[in-house]
């Protein structure tokens, strides 16, 4: 059984392994933004780095999470180009 869907001829396995990387890549890049924005005491208690009377931004974690952020959206780029290349397709 192929994993070829009927419709546009791509893999359907690989669509969807980029769309999921894709979300996880969205919550990364808010994740980072909300290291950016918020100080570490008014952190949201499900982020680490939660510090009482610091008034200060938590600054690398935010990098390494739009860090992560891009290397995720560079992973669905390419499972989606990837992906999107059928046997059929590259014969041709």
Not at 14 to 43: D, P
Not at 56 to 62: E, I, M, W
Request: glycine fraction near 12%; avoid cysteine; charge should be positive.
């Amino acid at each position: 059984m192929s994993s070829i869907s009927a419709s546009g001829g791509k893999r359907s396995g690989t669509t969807a392994l980029a769309v999921v990387v894709g979300i996880v890549a969205v919550l990364a890049a808010v994740v980072g933004i909300i290291y950016f924005m918020k100080t570490s005491e008014s952190l949201p208690s499900f982020l680490p780095g939660r510090r009482p009377h610091n008034t200060g931004h938590d600054t690398v974690k935010g990098i390494a999470a739009i860090v992560v952020a891009v290397a995720l959206f560079v992973v669905a780029g390419v499972a989606l180009v990837r992906g999107g290349k059928t046997k059929a397709s590259a014969d041709a």
